[in-house]
């Protein structure tokens, strides 16, 4: 099966600009989740969704980050303006759970996105 | 809520020695716990879970940990490391929600 795409790779902007991501996870996964990895940290989960619905935000700062799933499917997550301190590889992952009942699959990862904010 | 303390920010071994990666989480819930290599310039790979049926979990790579509930650990360990083991391995919390917990990630060298 085809794994979660993200794009771009690689993106490099000046403090204040504006920068967006995109991630489309396996196909059939209602669980969707943006986190931050920082280097030499682990992963920050910044919002996890659940088919169109935020199940997590609590993390995300909301002053400069945006996140949207629309249909269940796609989503990008946006940076206005940035800082400096937001350089970091951004990952994508999906997982199969599609209710909160149900526990604790494996999310799949995407290869991330590094952001170099200059 | 839950959390992840892996005890050991670098570990290095011989090439064909044991590996042994420690993690203790923090849950309120009985948590699923796993385990997440990363080598440079590539995605985040499950290596192995543990979702409460048996306490020794058996993952890829011949790589298993062990849950031990008394003492709230979830270590990884290999026999016999091999050079292409070389990475950032991470231990992972999730409980009710599926919400994904990291730690801060072990660095793992190995040495010929």
């Known amino acids: 099966e085809a794994g979660v795409a993200q794009s771009p790779r690689y993106k490099i902007i000046e403090k204040r600009q504006s920068v967006a991501f995109w991630c489309n996870p396996i196909?059939?996964?209602?669980?969707l989740y943006w986190y931050q990895q920082i280097l030499g940290q682990g992963p920050k989960l910044l919002i996890q969704f659940q088919n169109n619905g935020v199940v997590d935000d609590s993390q995300l700062p909301k002053d400069r980050f945006s996140a949207e799933r629309l249909k269940g499917v796609d989503s990008t997550l946006k940076i206005q303006p940035a800082k400096l301190e937001d350089s970091a590889v951004y990952l994508c992952?999906?997982?199969?759970?599609?209710?909160?009942?149900?526990?604790?699959?494996?999310?799949?990862f995407g290869q991330g996105t590094r952001l170099t904010v200059v | 809520a839950q959390s992840v303390t892996q005890l050991d920010s670098h570990v290095s071994v011989s090439e064909g020695t044991p590996v042994l990666l420690r993690c203790n989480y923090s849950s309120s819930y009985s948590p699923s716990l796993f385990w997440y290599v990363q080598h440079p310039n590539k995605g985040l790979q499950l290596l192995l879970k543990y979702t409460s049926a048996a306490t020794l979990v058996k993952g890829i790579n011949g790589f298993e940990a062990e849950f031990k509930k008394s003492e709230t650990s979830f270590h990884l360990t290999k026999p016999s490391a091999h050079m292409s083991d070389a990475a950032e391995y991470f231990c992972v919390v999730s409980e009710y929600g599926n919400k994904l917990v990291f730690g801060a990630g072990t660095i793992l060298r190995v040495k010929s």
């Open positions: 196909s059939g996964h209602a669980t």
């Open positions: 992952a999906s997982s199969l759970v599609g209710e909160a009942r149900y526990l604790n699959t494996e999310a799949f």
